[in-house]
């Protein structure tokens, strides 16, 4: 089975490394064909033309972004009523079938996804100061409500690596989603239970 996949990132970009690699655990049997939009604008405004074609040859095709895009401006609160209604928008002016398309909006950003299981993070940085012990990290139970989690996870990563050591999304959370050992408290993010169901078909 083919699943096309619309990405707001560049190609191979972290949340497709992500994403690829947790279809692959949860229904090894399927095929991601992944199309890359660059940034968030671009995706709201063009992802029918490329929905349309993905839909020829694919079961079904799934657009995912961030709530909020990789830059962020403090006087402009995104909103996912507001999003949706401009990909359906450029969905409908490409006539692509409502029934071919699932959407996944991550609140805030993928990288939350990695903070829902701590097991991984201390996993990582387990690996990475050998034999230095790893330092108190907390448990998220909510993790659809941690606050820009791409500057959590710099502040983990300094405070177990050093100050030089940033989290660099597209090196990083790939390793991290490795070391996500079962779904049991992934499974606590909405949206990556969303995304289990609408591109893998699984209830968590």
């Known amino acids: 089975m083919k699943i096309g996949f619309?990405?707001?990132?560049?190609?191979?970009?972290?949340?497709?490394?992500?994403?690829?690699?947790?279809?692959?655990?949860?229904e090894p049997g399927i095929e991601m064909v992944p199309r890359?939009?660059?940034?968030?604008?671009?995706?709201?405004?063009?992802?029918?033309?490329?929905?349309?074609?993905?839909?020829e040859g694919c079961e079904r095709v799934v657009i995912l972004w961030d709530l909020y895009p990789a830059w962020?401006?403090?006087?402009?609160?995104?909103c996912r009523k507001e999003d949706r209604a401009k990909i359906f928008a450029s969905l409908r002016s490409s006539r692509v079938p409502p029934g071919k398309v699932a959407l996944v909006c991550i609140e805030e950003e993928l990288d939350a996804w990695l903070l829902a299981d701590i097991r991984a993070l201390r996993h990582v940085f387990a690996v990475l100061?050998?034999?230095?012990?790893?330092?108190?990290?907390p448990q998220f139970k909510n993790p659809e409500r941690i606050r820009n989690p791409?500057?959590?996870?710099?502040?983990?990563?300094n405070q177990e690596l050093g100050a030089h050591r940033r989290y660099i999304d597209y090196q990083d959370a790939i390793r991290i989603a490795k070391a996500v050992p079962d779904f049991s408290r992934i499974r606590r993010s909405a949206t990556f239970s969303r995304f289990a169901e609408k591109a893998a078909g699984r209830e968590l």
């Open 129 to 137: 100061k050998r034999p230095h012990p790893v330092g108190k990290l």
């Open 150 to 157: 791409k500057t959590r996870l710099t502040k983990f990563f």
């Open 36 to 55: 890359f939009m660059d940034d968030k604008k671009n995706l709201m405004e063009n992802c029918g033309p490329v929905a349309a074609i993905l839909a």
């Open 72 to 78: 962020r401006e403090r006087h402009i609160k995104p």
């Open 6 to 26: 619309i990405f707001e990132c560049g190609r191979d970009g972290a949340d497709c490394q992500v994403c690829r690699h947790f279809l692959n655990r949860l």
